[in-house]
């Protein structure tokens, strides 16, 4: 993988510039307060099509509309606006490799926190593999630190001061030697991930918290749930999970757009499947990848070609 930053482009409000070039004033309520909302988008490089695919793009760009509702922010941008920079930088980058993208809507000018505007966005691809690369899986710890909720930050707003609270969890994990963590609710329900969500199997059942129980509404999990129903004739139960229901689940993963599809070995050093990745896991991780590399018919509606035409 290509990780150099060198000659690396950005699109910052309507223009497309060096990495350092892009800059914000240190004055701006995003710098401060981090009154930015934003989303984490994949592309995936096929070979044989030399095509680059980005993944459910319509779906990121409704939630992050949603999220500039839900913060109250000035609505700048419309879907064109947003599918076109995002289009538009990751041709000026000719990347022929899997990236990610971080399309991030600012609070700009030297507002309070409070301010409704002026807004910015940037527009960042940057390369990137799997996140754990080749691991089979990861090992996690039920955190000590509760999920926000909806009555003071909701997890359903995709802002970046919401990280804070997945990044005290991350750091506590990885301090007791843990991979990462599990949050629970403030109803002492499992609820996700620091940046993914979860699902458990029993007994051939497909079970993840519903969207109530202080998650994201997570595009991964929606389109897992989709892909087992279709592909593996398996309904997704949604209710809400115990802590020791972890720790008897035949399989457990987690989910999201940079986690993609993640078996977890191990929950509070208690092995889960025998330290082994489970079969439904394996097979709709597999099936995953396939649809997201525009390798299996009937989901070409899930995917947007970057380049105007194979090369
Ligand atoms: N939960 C949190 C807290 C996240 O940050 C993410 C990553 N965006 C997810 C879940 C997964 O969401 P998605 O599948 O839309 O990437």
């Not at 991780?285 to 299996?296: H, L, M, Q, S, T």
Request: glycine share 6%; with cysteine; net charge neutral.
């Amino acid at each position: 993988m290509k990780e150099t930053l060198t000659n690396r482009k950005i699109w910052l409000n309507g223009k497309i510039v060096p990495l350092e070039e892009a800059n914000i004033n240190i004055l701006t309520p995003t710098s401060q307060f981090g009154v930015n909302v934003f989303e984490g988008l994949r592309c995936y490089w096929n070979e044989q099509k030399q095509q680059l695919f980005a993944f459910r793009l319509e779906e990121h760009f409704k939630r992050l509309r949603q999220s500039v509702k839900m913060l109250r922010l000035e609505d700048r941008f419309s879907d064109e606006q947003l599918r076109n920079s995002f289009i538009e930088v990751i041709r000026a980058n000719d990347f022929r490799e899997d990236i990610t993208v971080r399309q991030t809507i600012f609070l700009d000018g030297t507002g309070s926190w409070s301010s409704k505007g002026p807004v910015g966005m940037f527009v960042a691809p940057i390369p990137k593999g799997r996140a754990f690369g080749s691991k089979q899986g990861i090992s996690a710890c039920i955190s000590t630190w509760e999920r926000i909720n909806d009555g003071n930050i909701s997890p359903r707003i995709k802002v970046g001061a919401n990280y804070i609270n997945s990044r005290m969890a991350q750091m506590e994990a990885i301090e007791n030697g843990f991979d990462t963590a599990i949050l629970r609710n403030n109803q002492g329900k499992i609820a996700e991930g620091p940046g993914s969500c979860l699902f458990i199997v029993r007994d051939n059942e497909l079970i993840t918290p519903p969207l109530t129980a202080s998650v994201l509404e997570s595009i991964t999990r929606r389109t897992l749930m989709e892909l087992a129903e279709k592909e593996l004739n398996i309904r997704t139960v949604e209710r809400e999970i115990d802590r020791t229901e972890l720790y008897i689940s035949d399989e457990v993963f987690m989910c999201g757009t940079a986690m993609e599809v993640v078996s977890i070995l191990s929950i509070d050093r208690l092995s889960v499947n025998d330290g082994k990745p489970g079969r439904v896991t394996e097979t709709l991780k597999n099936i995953y990848f396939e649809v997201a590399r525009g390798d299996k018919e009937g989901y070409e509606q899930w995917l947007t070609p970057i380049y105007p035409e194979a090369k």
